[in-house]
């Protein structure tokens, strides 16, 4: 997908890619997603297709954002290190700390990469789950899936707060900031179209969002 092509020698994620959903409807919506974004046209690209299935839709995109926030961060993790970030953090203001709420209950402090490293972790096992995110063609989806994608979508938020703060200028001599201000646009008007990140949750990078959503 020539949008988001970010160049073989960046081709490493920080975890391996996952897969959308299995089922001709999972695939189906993964063509969907290409063709839009292959216009150009984010706005677009981000809206519910007629006649298909919410939930279905946020599950395809849920596994797209967690494949571009992967080789995002892949690209960066010689440089975001337990010295350079000692914290998860966005900015002065801002810290993040983990709780998963199952291994992990009490939140706790822990440097950047090791933050995303029990992020994504996280939110792999949410994706493998198939009673969270069915493989298979009409079959149901959880009570609570919305507030689980919710979740997610909070956490990789977090991710992009903490680059844009601390690492863009290391984006920027890699050559790779057009590349992630597209993703982190089609991110925002994603979250922003089906009101996944509270207003208070995006205040560490307020101001891009703001010009992305022109408010």
Not at 41 to 57: I, K, M, Q, S
Not at 64 to 72: E, K
Not at 90 to 114: C, F, H, L, Q, T
Not at 153 to 167: E, M, N, Q
Request: some cysteine; aromatic content about 14%.
């Amino acid at each position: 997908m020539s949008l988001f092509g970010i160049g073989s020698r960046n081709q490493r994620t920080f975890r391996p890619k996952k897969s959308a959903p299995s089922g001709s409807k999972g695939a189906q919506l993964k063509k969907h997603i290409d063709a839009t974004l292959g216009s150009g046209n984010l706005r677009e690209a981000v809206r519910l297709p007629p006649g298909e299935d919410l939930h279905e839709w946020l599950a395809v995109n849920t596994v797209d954002f967690f494949n571009q926030v992967n080789i995002l961060y892949g690209t960066l993790t010689e440089f975001c290190t337990q010295s350079s970030c000692p914290t998860m953090s966005a900015g002065p203001k801002y810290e993040y700390r983990w709780a998963d709420g199952v291994n992990i209950k009490k939140p706790i402090e822990v440097s950047a990469p090791k933050y995303v490293d029990y992020l994504m972790g996280w939110i792999e096992t949410q994706l493998d789950d198939e009673s969270i995110f069915p493989q298979n063609l009409g079959a149901p989806f959880p009570f609570n899936f919305q507030d689980v994608v919710k979740t997610i979508f909070k956490r990789l938020f977090r991710v992009y707060a903490h680059i844009y703060h601390s690492h863009f200028q290391k984006i920027i001599s890699l050559k790779e900031e057009a590349h992630m201000n597209t993703c982190f646009k089609h991110f925002v008007l994603f979250t922003w179209e089906f009101r996944l990140i509270d207003k208070s949750e995006l205040a560490p990078l307020y101001e891009l969002v703001e010009s992305i959503l022109q408010l």
